[in-house]
Every structure is written in C-alpha cells, then in structure tokens.
C-alpha cells in the first residue's frame, strides 16, 4: 500500500531540510525512501515515523556525502556541456548576429563597448534575483550551477574591459556574448529537459 | 555496497546490463533487482547507485523518464543507442576480465574442463 501525501511532503520537507535542495535530485531519493518504506509497510506491521527514522539513521550519512560528491560532478559536466555548446552551430551563428549587432550599433556612439556589458551584467543579475526568488527549491541542480557559472564568468569578465584599449574590448566583447549565448541555449536545453521536474511539497 | 572494492568498478556494467535486459528501470527497482539476483550477496546503496546513474546520464548513455508515481514523481532510467553499444563493450570487457582471472586463480579447474 502505497504512503499517503502527507507521509511523501514529510520526507521531501525532511531532505530538504538536510540539504538536499534540488528539486530532480530529491524526488529521486524520495522516491527511493517511500519505495522502501513501502516494502517494509507490505511485510508487516509499520509505523511510518518510526521506520522513517531507522532509516536514516542507517543512509543519511552515506546519502548525503555522495549528493556533495554529485554536485561537484554537476559542476564539472555543465562546465564541459558549455564548452561544447559553444561549438554548436546555432550558437556561433546567434553569437555572431549579435556580435554585429553590437559592433555596428555601438562602435559609432561607444567606442568602447562597455555599455553592452554592463547592460547585459544588469539585466542577469536582475534575472536571477527575480528567478532565484521565485525559485528557491524549485531548481535542477544543472541549472543552479549553470547559473552561477554564467553570472560569475560575466562578474570576473567585466574587471577586463578597459575603456583605453578599444581592440582589447573588441575581442573581450565576442568572447563575452559567445559565452553568453553558449549558456542561454545549454540553459534553455536543460528547462526542456527538465520541465517535468515539479515540486511534490 | 558490499564487499565494495571489488564490485565498485563493475557498478555501471551492472546497471547497464540490467537495463539491456528490463528496458526501464527506477532507482530502488534496480537495488532489489541486484540484491534478488545475486540472493542478497551485493547489495546497492542508494548513495552508490545515484552518482552512477546520474553519470551515465551525464555521459548520454542513459535517458530518463519521468512519471507521477503514488503521490511523487519516479525517474525511469533506459539505455540510449550510445548505451547499448556501450554496455555490449563493457560486458565483453568484463568477461575477458572474469576469464582472465579464473586461468590466474583456479587454473587447474581451467585445465580439467
């Protein structure tokens, strides 16, 4: 007999509270804790809080250390994803539009390109407090490290434009939209991928 | 996992051969499939058997799908086309391997077959 709702938001609630804060990662092991509890359900007599408790005392350790071990794998396999998107024709081909884009439309009025930057910088950053607001729990893990690659990349990136050298920008420019679109696509890829992940709690 | 050190290496070999067999298979269904086949001799721990799963999706040898299950959301995970070429490699490397080891650790039974 399967667990009752109440029972399932009870251990979602509990993992979360333990740390386990991505929505894909932890409907997977509640899955796998209810699973479990169930079986035991069917074999006996059951007491739900009491079974729930024995058995995290015998996985939580070994639960936990391996879901810090699959976040830095997370991290690893986005960052390699990033860069292979960034061969990906559609990209370079976005990369390049907007690229023009900005060269043609600002290199008469700015020569220094450092407008777009800090616009693009501004409109993130807004993106993700409104997003990550919204959002809290209610994220992949691939996505969460997506975005904090992106932001951290454009944050460090901004420190080299230098409004003396208008070259330097110039290619600091076309790396910077190149990453930019490389990472909307892998992050619009992972929301397609993704978008069956909702909350249970 | 039991008797780790030695089954640790075979865990994606394990998993890919079972989802060759089942087609599609959740999380716990593969623990209690191993432990079923095997008579309780290896057991997989759910902090084991994740971290793999998730790489060998990570590697594009696994897809997901996902239903709504009881009350909550159930991964099933089956093979790519990538995957299945990759799990008939892997078990014809883990063959050689058994075999290898059985003329190093039992050769006189070898020689008496």
């Not at chain 1, 408790?53 to 071990?69: A, F, P």
């Not at chain 1, 994803?81 to 907007?98: G, R, T």
């Not at chain 1, 993130?124 to 990349?153: E, P």
């Not at chain 1, 330097?168 to 490389?182: E, P, Q, T």
Request: charged content about 25%; hydrophobic content about 40%; glycine content about 4%.
């Amino acid at each position: 007999m399967p667990l009752n709702l109440e029972q399932i938001q009870f251990i979602d609630r509990y993992l979360k509270n333990s740390g386990v804060l991505y929505d894909d990662v932890r409907a997977e092991y509640v899955d796998h804790i209810a699973s479990s509890l169930e079986a035991e359900k069917e074999s006996g007599s059951f007491d739900f809080y009491n079974h729930f408790k024995n058995y995290m005392i015998k996985h939580k350790t070994d639960l936990l250390k391996r879901y810090e071990k699959s976040e830095t794998r997370a991290f690893w396999f986005i960052l390699s994803q990033l860069i292979k998107n960034a061969v990906n024709l559609k990209v370079i081909f976005v990369s390049a539009v907007v690229y023009a884009f900005s060269y043609f439309g600002i290199h008469y009025t700015i020569k220094q390109y450092l407008i777009l930057p800090i616009l693009l910088l501004a409109l993130f950053s807004v993106f993700w407090m409104v997003w990550g607001r919204k959002n809290i729990g209610k994220k992949t893990l691939y996505q969460y490290k997506l975005m904090m690659l992106i932001f951290a990349f454009d944050y460090f990136s901004l420190q080299f434009f230098n409004p003396n050298t208008s070259n330097w920008n110039l290619y600091l420019l076309g790396f910077y939209i190149w990453f930019n679109v490389s990472g909307l696509y892998l992050y619009y890829e992972q929301t397609q991928r993704m978008k069956f992940i909702e909350s249970v709690s | 996992m039991s008797n780790s050190k030695l089954y640790k290496g075979s865990l994606s070999t394990i998993i890919l051969k079972l989802l060759a067999d089942e087609g599609k298979m959740y999380g716990y269904e593969i623990t209690q499939k191993v432990k079923q086949l095997t008579q309780d001799e290896l057991q997989i721990k759910e902090g084991a058997l994740y971290p793999a799963l998730h790489k060998l999706e990570a590697d594009g040898l696994l897809d997901i799908e996902v239903k709504k299950v009881d009350n909550r959301l159930r991964k099933y995970y089956k093979l790519t086309e990538k995957g299945t070429q990759e799990s008939i490699g892997k078990l014809a490397e883990l063959e050689r391997y058994l075999s290898t080891m059985q003329a190093l650790l039992l050769p006189k039974t070898k020689l008496s077959s």
